[in-house]
């Protein structure tokens, strides 16, 4: 990969074009299988110089504590509550601006790089309650009362994050205190009434990291410290037993061809079974995949249960380049400040208070929480329909809710003139950023090939197939749902949950799509319990057309560009219906 230009396949394009969507995806999925996406090394730099800057702002409030002296001299204050709770708030206000995951070029993002507070700080933005029955929390278009919820959730955890200490804690060693309790309080009221009146706030908040540390807070003395500690604990281990699954390897092959530091083609081709005719994950990334796990899901429990020495440490430095190994990796979606949190959350809690435990317990809060927490976990993990993947916690694990739009250009032209929206619809903006409608459409089918690694993406390419039966799919333009919130609500992460019928629903009041005009696969995420997962095929103009599942088995034995995988149909409408011109 070149420092400012991307490495591209090398394609005969006119002869390349010509070809089925299938044809196409191949040799781009070969690319991907060497290269990666070919990201410019400057991109690559860009994301470290901004991990750089988020580490150094949040260095820079946390020595502007009082009681918290020495840039330098991290030991004697890394472990003081007070650090850890300014930059759990700190890192929440990083997320929810827009500035940490799904930011930039490699979540697909150009012009601008972000959406979130561009489009939560302005009144006439669309809406998605979870919950529309609550009262005062119905309707999907921002009022003017949201965006001062928004910023003032901004406002607040700003201004916390300037506030001084309460005073000495003898229970967990501190000089210092921690945060008074009405910024605290503050804090998560507002981001429980913003998230009844918008989901999307709340997911880009990552409301079951911050928001959950947030409630420890509250507790006196050792509870807050062990309450964090079982909510590291619940995420470890929640994203653990997500990846215990047939899809995960498939994460990991991909992940490894896009690495920015493993640059040797012929290593990056030993992650797959038999470069360059099949591209399901080979033996090495298997072994990844498995022996990661495995670490998420044990290591965590022994440094919970060590209380430090020799065990602890190991353990500690296992999780710290766990971590490592993920930021490193720059993966798409650019989870990298997180990343750079949880291995910031190993020292300061278990390092730095590595004997607080169970036996210190005051109160059953801490527990409490750590139920709701995991309570949710496993619900979404039985119920992936019910909760997103980010409070379900199946973090990358290549199980998560997935769309796919079908949309005549049309209806696309309805989309950007009658959705109040800041960024273009992803093909207008590909176009811009790449220079040409060759470049663009290259960079499209990349996007695709990156999908269809996924062993969900051949279920949805599959799927796009009956979605648009009746009608000539060359006038359809493919668009990952991903990029219709990214277009329409300002933020997306890999959540398939929010481009589902509610979002549906309200494109639909706003555009009035013609019958026809866009065709959407909705595919669910897989159920821990059962090896299938299920599907919908809906038109806004006319509703849900089609229901039925695909089988895990017959996803993860066939190549990225396999489009034929078997559908069984619980039920479809009638047909006159379904194939509306």
Excluded at 116 to 131: A, C, D, E, N
Excluded at 357 to 375: E, I, M, T, Y
Excluded at 485 to 507: P, R, V, Y
Aim: glycine letters at 10%; aromatic letters at 12%; proline letters at 6%.
């Amino acid at each position: 990969m070149g420092f400012l230009k991307q490495n591209t396949a090398d394609i005969d394009f006119p002869t390349w074009s010509q070809g089925s969507r299938a044809e196409k995806i191949k040799p781009m999925a070969r690319h991907w299988a060497e290269v990666g996406f070919g990201t410019p090394v400057a991109l690559h730099l860009f994301y470290v110089a901004k991990v750089a800057a988020y580490i150094f702002v949040g260095w820079a409030i946390v020595i502007s504590t009082p009681g918290i002296d020495g840039f330098f001299d991290v030991t004697s204050w890394y472990a003081e509550p007070i650090v850890f709770q300014k930059i759990v708030l700190y890192t929440m206000l990083f997320e929810v601006i827009g500035l940490g995951c799904g930011f930039g070029p490699l979540n697909n993002r150009y012009f601008p790089p972000m959406g979130s507070m561009l489009y939560w700080l302005r009144p006439g933005t669309i809406r998605q309650p979870p919950w529309s029955r609550i009262p005062l929390t119905g309707g999907d278009t921002r009022s003017a009362f949201d965006v001062l919820l928004y910023a003032a959730l901004l406002v607040v955890t700003a201004v916390a994050l300037f506030l001084g200490g309460t005073g000495p804690d003898p229970a967990v060693g501190s000089a210092v205190g921690g945060l008074p309790v009405w910024p605290i309080v503050t804090v998560l009221a507002l981001l429980v009434v913003l998230g009844l009146r918008d989901k999307t706030v709340f997911l880009a908040a990552r409301g079951e990291v911050y928001g959950a540390l947030t409630v420890t807070f509250l507790f006196v003395g050792t509870d807050m410290i062990l309450g964090a500690k079982l909510i590291f604990l619940c995420i470890w281990l929640g994203a653990a037993t997500s990846k215990l699954n047939r899809h995960f390897p498939f994460v990991i092959a991909t992940m490894m061809s896009n690495n920015p530091i493993l640059k040797s083609a012929r290593i990056k081709r030993k992650f797959f079974a038999d470069f360059p005719e099949d591209l399901r994950p080979g033996r090495p990334a298997r072994w990844i995949a498995h022996f990661s796990t495995a670490v998420e899901g044990l290591v965590p429990i022994v440094l919970f249960f060590s209380h430090g020495g020799t065990v602890g440490a190991i353990a500690a430095i296992i999780m710290l380049c766990f971590h490592f190994g993920i930021l490193s990796a720059i993966p798409m979606g650019v989870p990298l400040e997180w990343n750079v949190f949880m291995m910031f959350g190993v020292l300061t809690l278990f390092v730095g208070h590595p004997d607080i435990g169970l036996g210190d317990l005051q109160s059953p809060w801490p527990l409490v929480l750590f139920a709701v927490s995991a309570g949710v976990v496993v619900t979404g993990n039985l119920l992936p329909r019910k909760v997103s993947f980010l409070p379900g916690m199946r973090y990358y694990a290549g199980n998560w809710d997935t769309t796919l739009w079908c949309m005549k250009p049309s209806a696309s032209a309805k989309l950007e003139k009658n959705v109040v929206a800041i960024a273009s619809m992803p093909a207008a903006q590909l176009q811009r950023f790449y220079g040409s409608a060759e470049g663009a459409q290259m960079a499209l089918y990349m996007g695709y090939a990156f999908r269809a690694f996924n062993s969900h993406g051949r279920a949805l390419f599959t799927l796009a197939h009956r979605a648009m039966a009746g009608h000539d799919e060359a006038e359809y333009m493919l668009t990952d749902g991903e990029r219709i919130c990214s277009t329409a609500m300002g933020w997306n992460f890999g959540d398939g949950h929010l481009s589902n019928e509610q979002l549906i629903a309200s494109l639909q009041r706003r555009c009035q799509f013609e019958p026809g005009e866009v065709r959407i696969v909705l595919l669910d995420a897989q159920p821990i319990q059962h090896q299938t997962q299920q599907y919908r095929l809906i038109d806004p103009a006319i509703g849900e057309f089609e229901r039925g599942f695909v089988k895990v088995s017959d996803l993860v034995d066939r190549q990225p560009w396999d489009d034929t995988v078997p559908v069984t149909v619980d039920w479809q409408a009638e047909t006159d219906q379904a194939t509306t011109p």
